[in-house]
């Protein structure tokens, strides 16, 4: 694949993942809990949540595959970036806090909000301590995402040197 | 102590000086 193909969806699938999951952070937290005091959480729990999980899961997967493609590509190298060698270790960082976050949706978010959404079942104990976990995976995600952005943009820009 | 991810401008502060730790290791002891 040309590189610059990669690279354009990379940075697309990207912005895909972190715009939802500022959707989820800045919109839909405050929202639901909004809804829920006046009764109307249910079409979003059932319509909006589950398409805007599905998109936020599979972009994920999209960002990290041509992420990796680009280190690679780009002759940063895959194993130079994640063992922060040299040049690559700024890249690297980011690659690292991106790859977290990849953990964060698949086997953090994803698996209790299907308890929250309904999807599998669960009582209402269960369904508390999930919600709980997925906000603070997600919470996680957008702090992670502050210098993991930068830390993305720096290869091409250098690292500054402030101090 | 609050949890500071349990609002969103503690999130992002939380972010930011995450960026700074990590920013000062990238260039004191990575570079």
Redesign the interface.
């Known amino acids: 694949m040309e590189l610059i193909l990669d690279r354009w969806l990379h940075i697309w699938a990207g912005v895909t993942w972190v715009g939802l999951l500022y959707y989820f952070?800045?919109v839909q937290v405050q929202g639901l809990a909004a809804a829920r005091a006046d009764g109307t959480n249910a079409g979003i729990t059932k319509h909006i949540a589950p398409r805007a999980l599905l998109w936020f899961r599979w972009a994920a997967i999209v960002t990290w595959i041509t992420g990796a493609i680009y280190l690679e590509r780009a002759g940063i190298g895959f194993v130079n970036a994640f063992l922060?060698r040299?040049?690559a270790?700024?890249i690297g960082?980011g690659a690292w806090l991106g790859t977290i976050m990849l953990f964060n949706v698949w086997f953090l978010i994803w698996p209790n909000q299907k308890k929250v959404l309904g999807i599998v079942p669960a009582d209402d104990a269960a369904k508390a301590k999930a919600a709980r976990v997925a906000f603070?995976a997600s919470?996680?995600n957008?702090?992670?995402?502050?210098?993991m952005l930068?830390?993305m943009i720096v290869n091409a820009h250098g690292?500054p040197?402030?101090? | 102590m609050k949890?500071p991810?349990?609002t969103?401008w503690g999130?992002?502060i939380?972010?930011?000086i995450?960026?700074v730790i990590?920013?000062?290791?990238?260039?004191k002891f990575?570079?």
């Open positions: 952070n800045a922060l040299g040049g270790a700024p960082i603070l919470r996680t957008t702090m992670l995402s502050i210098p930068f830390f690292l040197r402030i101090f | 949890n991810l349990d969103l999130t992002i939380s972010g930011l995450l960026l990590l920013y000062v290791i990238a260039t990575l570079h």
